[in-house]
């Protein structure tokens, strides 16, 4: 953990130093633009410390593939979401070591990331903390197909936000190849470009309710409509559901976003599609306390929702504002303290990355 505590001090440190030394943004950004400079040395330790990694959740079966397996086009074809299969052929012509593999998905998944949270994020240096703190980074080192393709819808933001269906369909169609669940992004386009908080809002989370009241009826109505598919296995998926505590840990900035929506959308006019899209992912995450496998779709929203915090300190008097500020990091500090230190005791190794014993 002590390389995953340094990263968090250093990415937050540079973060908000290039905060400190920002200008003016030009339009379709946010109302500053930090230090460019300073922005990407903070975005470069996070690719660092996930790309030079060689343990935590599904990293290992990842190296051991990329070294034993075969790749060619006929095994590529017959194999699941083929342009991951094909991204590992062409690292194959450059290296037999399965450490580019993670090399280059930590730099394509967190540069992408932090290019969108520099351009839209109010406050670049929070949405990088909290995406550490919330424990979305070292998810980004689990479910790496997935996060990948999360990372690659998420670069489409702008079209999305500017209603260029255009340039946003393809981008999805492009990030399936590494995950087909990045299909559901295409019809939640039409859904999400409309006003917040309206009665659709509380539909669905009235509906999130009902699901985890008669869970076992929607997991088998689920499960029997996948039986067919590569997501069959996750039937016998047997992990427990989301922890309560993580629940209200994304649910507080919604809260907040609610009450204060009328200031954010002055501040931010396309704030309603960040809330559409968060809650859409705080509804998957109240399900996901029956079973976690409904948790990985949260990946795709949660993104959007780590934008969403680096506006909400704004929804509050100026004076409350670093009070509210400094909150925040406390909150999802402890929060990442519990989840990565008690709960699940993530040990981090690497064999370029060593913290002197």
Known sequence: MTILWLNLVVVFLLATIARYFSVPASVGHSTIQPNKILAAAAATSLILVSGLRNNIGDTFFYMHAYSVDRYDWVSILNKKD?????????LKQISEDPQILLITTALATNMIIAIVMYKYSRMYELSLYVYIT???????????????????????????????????????????????SALVMLPLYFI?????????????????????MGFNQFSDLLFSAIQNTQYAHYQNFQEGGASIIRVLVYSVPLLIAFLGRDKLRILFPKIDILANLSIIGIVLMIISTQNWIFARMTIYFNLYQLILIGWIVKVFREKDQKLVYFAILVFYLLFFYFESVVALDIRYTSKYLIWPS
């Open 82 to 90: 083929i342009g991951f299969g094909l991204l590992q052929l062409l």
């Open 192 to 212: 999400v470009r409309r006003k917040a908080w309206t009665g659709t809002t509380f539909g669905l989370l009235f509906v999130a309710i009902l699901i985890v």
């Open 134 to 180: 919330s424990g979305a980074f070292v998810v980004s080192m689990n479910g790496l197909r997935q996060f990948l393709a999360a990372a690659i819808v998420f670069s489409a933001t702008k079209a999305l936000f500017d209603g260029k269906l255009k340039i946003y369909i393809p981008i999805v169609l492009f990030a399936s190849v590494f995950h087909q």
